[in-house]
T-cell receptor, first 112, second 115 residues
Framework: DTAVSQTPKYLVTQMGNDKSIKCEQNLGHDTMYWYKQDSKKFLKIMFSYNNKELIINETVPNRFSPKSPDKAHLNLHINSLELGDSAVYFC???????????FGSGTRLTVV | AQKVTQAQTEISVVEKEDVTLDCVYE???????LFWYKQPPSGELVFLIRRNSFDEQNEISGRYSWNFQKSTSSFNFTITASQVVDSAVYFCALRLGTGGFKTIFGAGTRLFVKA
């Protein structure tokens, strides 16, 4: 059973398009996250939701909008995609502050 | 400000060598959590270990061991008798006890283990 699943795994799209990445976890965790990993492997948090409530919103362009319909799902919608948005986006979940993350397998977004 | 520094960008060893990955963190909080994650060439991120700031006991798990020293703000990771399958990028991370669940990652250390 997949613990944290992201779809799609790969996404190639043109500049200016709007796209969504979906994430679901079946671990019963209360908190979910979106991280962006750039080409140099640097991981930076974008958003975090705890029981459907937004608790972390880093300095991210407002073209990025997270949506959490329930605590098992956290989707990421990106408007007007730009070349600089190309990266790997990881969804993760954790049970509590002192627990490690369980990561999804990542979505490699390429904007052309 | 909170920060995690992994000064070693890349390390290359020959199989069966021991290797230590360094991690230095900065925080003024007294309650915090430290983590190590592994990212193999396949790209997934795998949780390895968690330590809280009140527990300086070192930990060993098979060939892996972790040395947490608050006096030097370090949380180093040693792989004993390295194997080719250990080749990966390893991330050290810091999470504070307050202010949400944000985890700050270091830049990662890429480990190459040659046969």
């Amino acid at each position: 059973d997949t613990a944290v699943s992201q779809t799609p795994k790969y996404l190639v799209t043109q500049m200016g398009n709007d796209k969504s990445i979906k994430c679901e976890q079946n671990l019963g965790h209360d908190t979910m996250y979106w991280y962006k990993q750039d080409s140099k492997k640097f991981l930076k948090i974008m958003f975090s939701y705890n029981n459907k409530e937004l608790i972390i919103n880093e300095t991210v362009p407002n073209r990025f909008s997270p949506k959490s319909p329930d605590k098992a799902h956290l989707n990421l919608h990106i408007n007007s995609l730009e070349l600089g948005d190309s990266a790997v986006y990881f969804c993760a979940s954790s049970q509590a502050r002192n627990y490690g993350y369980t990561f999804g397998s990542g979505t490699r977004l390429t904007v052309v | 400000a909170q920060k995690v520094t992994q000064a070693q960008t890349e390390i290359s060893v020959v199989e069966k060598e021991d290797v230590t990955l360094d991690c230095v963190y900065e925080t003024r909080d007294t309650t915090y959590y430290l983590f190590w994650y592994k990212q193999p060439p396949s790209g997934e991120l795998v949780f390895l270990i968690r330590r809280n700031s009140f527990d300086e006991q070192n930990e060993i798990s098979g060939r892996y061991s972790w040395n947490f020293q608050k006096s030097t703000s370090s949380f180093n990771f040693t792989i004993t008798a390295s194997q080719v399958v250990d080749s990966a990028v390893y991330f050290c991370a810091l999470r504070l006890g307050t202010g949400g669940f944000k985890t700050i990652f270091g830049a990662g250390t890429r480990l190459f283990v040659k046969a």
